[in-house]
């Protein structure tokens, strides 16, 4: 194995297995996204949640490895169940006369939390001062705190084609939700940023936003919160 890292440290790369079967060990160890080519890097996201059937041997090596729930991408999954065979490793457990007894287990690994998202979504610099203004919200009559979320779709220069109110998710105000809208469309505020070089034709994402206004001191924040949607 390489550098040990505690079991417990990863709770939700690689769930549990049942008690019956050995102690993994240093399970951080077995997969890093360096074993992923860029086409498969590229398709984490859609897919990369699977759960393997192992049979582990006395001696605390697996001995067969099968897809038990697929990431429904085939080479991830035999690229995965290779990893393991190559990398995993177990306390062996013992019976009483101290020697080793073979078992099965299962092991739930998602590869979204360790590739970051191929793409990302960023707003320019100095974008909040073209998406909305103090005086906007006063002009509007809102309320002076609230929040408003969009869905916005991105051509692959970050160019919205797309966009309008979550539901559940508006401002309270139809007529600033049309103009913030408005202001996505016409002013290009966002950037996408491919870092694994994958072709994207459109982009899907969720655009947070909040304000606070404090009347007496005439004084404006706001906060824009961008999230990828898969």
């Excluded at 995965?80 to 009483?96: H, V």
């Amino acid at each position: 194995m390489r550098c040990g890292r505690p079991d417990w440290l990863l709770p939700a790369l690689l769930i549990a297995a049942p008690a019956a079967a050995q102690k993994r060990i240093d399970p951080g160890n077995w997969f890093d996204p360096i074993d992923l080519s860029r086409a498969l890097m590229a398709q984490v996201g859609t897919g990369g949640k699977l759960e393997m059937a192992i049979e582990v041997g006395a001696d605390g090596l697996p001995l067969r490895c099968e897809i038990a729930a697929s990431s429904g991408i085939a080479d991830l999954d035999a690229l995965t169940c290779k990893l393991t065979m190559r990398r995993a490793r177990w306390e062996p457990r013992r019976d009483a006369a101290g020697q080793g007894i073979a078992a099965a287990t299962r092991v739930s690994v998602d590869w979204r939390l360790l590739v970051p998202p191929v793409t990302q979504v960023k707003l320019v610099p100095r974008a909040e001062r073209l998406l909305a203004s103090r005086f906007t919200y006063q002009r509007m009559k809102l309320p002076s705190q609230g929040s408003v979320t969009l869905d916005i779709f991105l051509s692959a220069d970050g160019r919205a084609r797309y966009c309008r109110a979550r539901d559940g998710g508006s401002s309270g105000s139809s007529e600033f939700d049309s103009w913030l809208c408005q202001r996505m469309l016409a002013t290009k505020p966002l950037a996408v940023i491919d870092y694994h070089a994958a072709a994207q034709t459109h982009l899907r994402t969720v655009l947070h936003a909040t304000w606070t206004i404090e009347p007496s001191r005439e004084h404006y924040t706001s906060t824009f919160d961008i999230e990828p949607f898969y």
